[in-house]
């Protein structure tokens, strides 16, 4: 079910209805929980058994786990979750990809290999809550957190409907304790929900789907011959912004829709293209993917206590296996090593240059903030280019100045203003909350935005059309 | 990626919520909303725009997933002449059953003559509405368009399902969800912002002037069958679109497949007959000189063996005028479809549909 349409409005009013009417706390995770799987199962029905299998098998675990003090019996269990769930990530995400390479590689040998292709359907959201389950499992396995004491608190936390297909990716410690005592939303607080709710619909529909995609679709489909330097430039940012407008719109949606039932869920991005250098990047682009990495596979390799060339290394890997997360193609293990690349060069500079006088001043921090951006945007290039030959059909059009021109002026518009609004306002939040520069505004002027929005909303009508991150 | 040791989990799980009374702020800021949307409804029913529903995918899709159960239906499958000119009320009067109307707008319906063909269950007949120009087309959106609605319907799931049916409730009320027309990108598209000289952009498409019920019985809207400008400037937009003849690759190889699918569907006990819907003026002349009836419309039937109905083949069906030369008004379409009827009756007891 999408955010974006009308089964999910009608959907939301009956859940918050039988949330704020039901007296009974465990009742009222029992709807939620019941909500959470209707949720899923009106994208695919079918497809709710797998999430009972990983509720099922890393509930378990967990439990036997908190027994068990011998540690190759400890070790045996945390190898069952990763098998069941990376198993199950492995077979519908990674099947077809594993297997047209196996079969390359045999071609490449020589040796005669026909496979039939089996038509996998990719479980919508299923990276987002393996990452979340397996993060319990690690946690209790590392004795970081204790085993949950309710199946309930537990289903409901790999199920929760608002961030189960999209994120963010929640912590068992983050979400459990709220589980304990009843959760209801203040009025002002369920007022600043819908508030997020309309923003990131608002950003989904407005922004990415109506203003963008048109332009960005256009210059990532286009073959043949080379396209003109300006197309290519405005075609790559309009998917730099659309890729944000998207993911963080439903980012915004799921914290909004928590917040209205009572529950917090963690920021997912903090003005990412105002960032300074890829580590700041990273630290407000995709937050909880990027914490979950860092703290589940980056240190537990040593993180960088291990000299500088395992640290490269460790960089190197995590963003190797980023770039694979996001998708079963070589263009995204690209995408994720360039990132690396970058964090391995940004790690030498600041330790051969530890301190340089521009990069304290105003000037040159924004004049690194809009190369990082640039570079970002440019390697967005892998990311959205279904395969190498249209990659490097963009990246040969970036100075070509004789290319075919494809955009109409009112998307070279669209896009020029909405990434300026975009960057303009990441910069002004740069160092501050959302909700610390909307207390600072007048009541009339949140109305005008609030009510701007909506009325965006209204006139574009939008259709209901997917999240891009639905299918990593 | 931070590329530190530090602990475990750095982000803090706070909300803090902005000093505002928020409840009122919703209150105030969904009122100016419905304020505006109420005069947004008021002004484009003032410029005789009506509710009506949106031919989309989900409609589409709610209509072929009837086949799943009721195998042996007569379906029409094309392009929009096949949409706007031809009455199902009439067909099914005249014929006691009412046919699923599957042609979609600006569609080679090759591909769904493909997906009817490896259906095994079915075994109705096909109605296929033939405009040459889209009927050979290659590939590029005449034939986009009919893969999209049939990857919709195969993926068409509860959630769509439910917001088709709540999104049709909408349609019959409000006239500005007019998908076609009204919505904020068509409206931007109207600025007509002139492009820079070299810019290829495709060529232009006509704005959307039918409506269709839940059906899917399609007509032109009464104004594009009277307002002069509007049919003057659909008409120049037809010109460039019609003005490709189909390779002679596309055009062996889609009869070749006719003639497979054709086979398939027979040998079910199905049947499949063309029409050519009419169109006039100089579209119709474009039509003759790009797509010439001896190499295309000919060439089809002999190929496959399948029964035609060719609107310039009888003087009952060729005395209409289309207003923008390629589709028929509303009352039109029902006289044709009448006049069509005895045409049907004749192959139905020839055994041939």
Known sequence: MLFNSLTFIVFFIVVLGLHYTVSSWKTQKTVLLTASYIFYAAWNPPFVILLWISTLVDWYVAKALVREEGPGKRKGLLFISLAVNLGLLGFFKYGNFLLENFKALMDLAGIPFEAATPSIILPVGISFYTFQTLSYTLDVYFRKTDRCQSFLDFALYVTFFPQLVAGPIVRAVDFLPQCIKPRRATRDQFGWGLYFMTLGMFQKVVLADTLLSSAADKVFSHSGTALHFFDTWIGVLAFSAQIFCDFAGYSTCAIGTALCLGFILPDNFRSPYAAIGFSDFWRRWHITLSTWLRDYLYIPLGGNRRGTLRTLFNLMFTMFLGGLWHGASWTFIVWGLLHGFYLVVEHLLRQCFPDIALVKTRMGRFGLGMLTFLIVSVTWIFFRAGDFSTACLLFGSLFNFNGTQILPTLEILQVSGVVIGLLCSHWYLHEKHLEHAIQNLPAWWVVTLWSTMLIGLIVTQGGANAFIYFQF | ?353
């Open chain 2, 1 to 353: 990626m931070r590329s530190s040791t530090s602990s475990f989990k750095t982000y803090e799980l706070t909300r803090v919520v902005p000093k505002h009374h928020w409840v009122l702020l919703a209150v105030l800021s969904f009122a100016i909303a419905s304020v505006f949307t109420l005069g947004w409804e008021m002004y484009w029913r003032s410029k005789s725009y009506i509710p009506t529903l949106n031919d989309t995918k989900d409609l589409w899709a709610s209509r072929r997933e009837i086949l799943e159960t009721e195998y042996n239906r007569t379906v029409l499958i094309g392009a929009s002449r096949l949409l706007f000119d031809f009455n199902m009320d009439v067909y099914e009067k005249a014929m006691g059953e009412r046919p699923l109307q599957l042609a979609t707008v600006g569609t080679n319906p090759n591909p769904y003559l493909e997906d009817l063909a490896n259906d095994p269950t079915f075994s109705g007949t096909v109605i296929v509405g033939v405009v040459p120009s889209l009927y050979f087309a290659p590939g590029g959106p005449p034939m986009d368009s009919p893969r999209e609605h049939l990857k919709h319907y195969r993926e068409w799931s509860p959630s769509q399902r439910s917001g088709h049916y709540l999104g049709m409730m909408l349609e019959r009320v409000f006239a500005f969800l007019n998908e076609g027309d009204l919505t904020l990108n068509e409206l931007l598209q109207d600025l007509k912002i002139p492009n820079r000289e070299k810019v290829k952009t495709s060529p232009e498409l006509p704005p959307y002037f039918h409506g269709v019920d839940e059906k899917r019985q399609g007509w032109m809207w009464k104004f594009a069958a009277k307002d002069e400008a509007l049919q003057h400037r659909i008409q120049q937009i037809w010109l460039p679109l019609f003005s490709r003849a189909p390779p002679p690759p596309a055009v062996k190889k889609t009869l070749k497949a006719n003639k497979a699918r054709v086979d398939k569907i027979r040998a079910r006990g199905g049947h499949v007959v063309y029409l050519r819907l009419p169109s006039t003026g100089q579209l119709r002349e474009l039509e003759n000189e790009k797509t010439p009836r001896a190499e295309f419309w000919d060439r089809l039937l002999s190929t496959t063996g399948a029964p035609g109905i060719h609107f310039e083949d009888y003087p009952e069906l060729s005395e209409f005028d289309c207003p923008e030369w390629s589709h028929l008004n509303r009352q039109d379409a029902t006289k044709f479809t009448q006049r069509l009827m005895p045409l049907f009756k004749e192959l139905r007891d020839a055994g041939k549909m």
